[in-house]
């Protein structure tokens, strides 16, 4: 059964950082894929970073170069390094698993909030 449980959230000002973490259960090594996602308020769910496979990192225009996405495998856990953050990534942060089954199967963490102030 998949766990996913993200800490690591807080407010800091602009210019800042924080580490997000999403400690996993039930992941599959070498076949589900992790990655991050974040909603501000009143908005949809976007896509902020994932791991694919092997080294190959994909993230969001609007985070390159300040948001980095690792992952400690001994630890099945997921982390998201956010440098220079700004007033506009102030959402709540969910870890991300899909799954390829018959069709991707997605999983959620409860998510953190991230708030970065002016």
């Known amino acids: 059964q998949v766990q996913l449980v993200e800490s690591g959230g807080g407010l800091v000002q602009t210019g800042g950082s924080l580490r997000l973490s999403c400690a996993a259960s039930?992941?599959?090594?070498?076949?589900?894929?992790m990655g991050w996602y974040r909603q501000a308020p009143g908005k949809q769910r976007e896509f902020v970073a994932t791991?694919?496979?092997?080294?190959?990192?994909d993230y969001a225009e609007s985070v390159k170069g300040r948001f980095t996405i690792s992952r400690n495998n001994a630890k099945n856990t997921i982390y998201l390094q956010m440098n220079s953050l700004r007033p506009e990534d102030t959402a709540v942060y969910y870890c991300?698993?899909?799954?390829?089954?018959?069709?991707?199967?997605?999983?959620w963490g409860q998510g953190t909030q991230v708030t970065v102030s002016s």
């Open positions: 791991m694919p496979g092997g080294d190959i990192r």
């Open positions: 039930g992941v599959i090594v070498g076949r589900d894929v």
């Open positions: 991300n698993l899909r799954r390829p089954l018959a069709q991707w199967v997605d999983y």
